[in-house]
């Protein structure tokens, strides 16, 4: 596949060609076979189908510390079919919390005896060293090393920011992801940030509990550099918590201002239940209201 770059406020590929990712999040590999047994393989075949052009893979850090063999059983495969169906590849460390202080989202949700969000930095440096290497001489890969600084100060959040790309920088120029900090999710620590590394992208999700003061910062950063949206979507019936509910008319407003402002975006998650879902249930054609929308509204060609 040809390779990613940024050129000013764009994404392009090697023929400098503008490149739009239009993505899907899975649910954790880990989750997927340990827990669900159900094969992400075919997940991917479908998302393809479906029209995407990118897949996001959270990896779940409590499997991967858990599983001595986690990237030959689980992420060689995927990496390798995604290149071969021709979908970009997000590699998504999904740890949440703050690394600076080892302070982690949900200290009590554990996996095999590890945290499920483990927002450890030394797990986080060892993930980041390995994953970009094993994977950064793949022109399909992206990079984001971590998923959700939360209870950072700006301070903290440059400095993880800093150590991150320095060490994904010593295998590969593939594109990394800066993510937001807080929930909802805000990049106002950017604002007056600099960013020292060439091909780095901003990073945020946008849920129906996004501001309208984070969506304009985040333009602010578009005018500069680009951004991906990396989680987005609503559940229409009995969602977990506040932000991941809505109705389509956040779609609506979503659709406008991805369109409007060219962004690339990732729609959590194709899963039946992992909200936002995609999905109603396996069945590939059971698509939820979410994922009807995307269907018929994100993924139509122009």
């Known amino acids: 596949m040809l390779q990613l770059r940024v050129i000013n406020n764009k994404i392009v590929n090697s023929k400098n060609e503008e490149v739009v990712l239009k993505g899907a999040n899975t649910n954790s590999p880990g989750i997927l076979k340990f827990e669900e047994n159900h094969d992400i393989l075919n997940d991917l075949s479908e998302i393809k189908k479906l029209g995407f052009n990118a897949v996001c893979i959270p990896i779940c850090p409590a499997y991967y510390q858990s599983r001595a063999n986690y990237c030959e059983l689980l992420l060689d495969p995927i990496v390798r079919l995604s290149e071969e169906l021709g979908l970009y590849c997000l590699i998504d460390w999904h ?103 060439q091909n780095s992208v901003y990073g945020m999700m946008v849920y129906s509990t996004t501001g309208q003061k984070s969506k304009d910062e985040l333009l602010k950063l578009k005018a500069q550099r680009p951004v991906i949206i990396t989680e987005c979507g609503y ?44 999905l109603n249930s396996w069945d590939p054609d059971d698509l939820s209201p979410w994922g009807l929308f995307v269907k018929e509204n994100l993924l139509v060609k122009k």
Do not use: C
């Not at 932000?243 to 060219?262: F, V």
């Open 95 to 197: 740890a949440q919390g703050n690394p600076i202080q080892n302070i982690t989202r949900e200290p009590s949700m554990r996996v095999e005896g590890y945290l499920k969000y483990d927002a450890s930095n030394i797990v986080a440096e060892r993930a980041a060293k390995e994953l970009s290497f094993r994977y950064g001489s793949n022109t399909h890969v992206l990079f984001n090393p971590f998923s959700a600084f939360l209870g950072t100060n700006k301070e903290e959040w440059k400095q993880s920011i800093d150590m991150f790309t320095k060490i994904i920088r010593e295998s590969t120029n593939n594109i990394i992801i800066i993510s937001g900090t807080d929930w909802p999710p805000n990049q106002t620590s950017a604002l007056n940030f600099v960013i020292k590394d």
């Open 235 to 278: 559940q229409a019936k009995d969602p977990k918590e506040i932000a991941l509910g809505g109705t389509e008319a956040y779609a609506l407003e979503l659709k406008n201002y991805i369109e409007e402002n060219r962004l690339s975006w990732f729609a959590w998650s194709y899963h039946p239940t992992r909200q936002p879902t995609l």
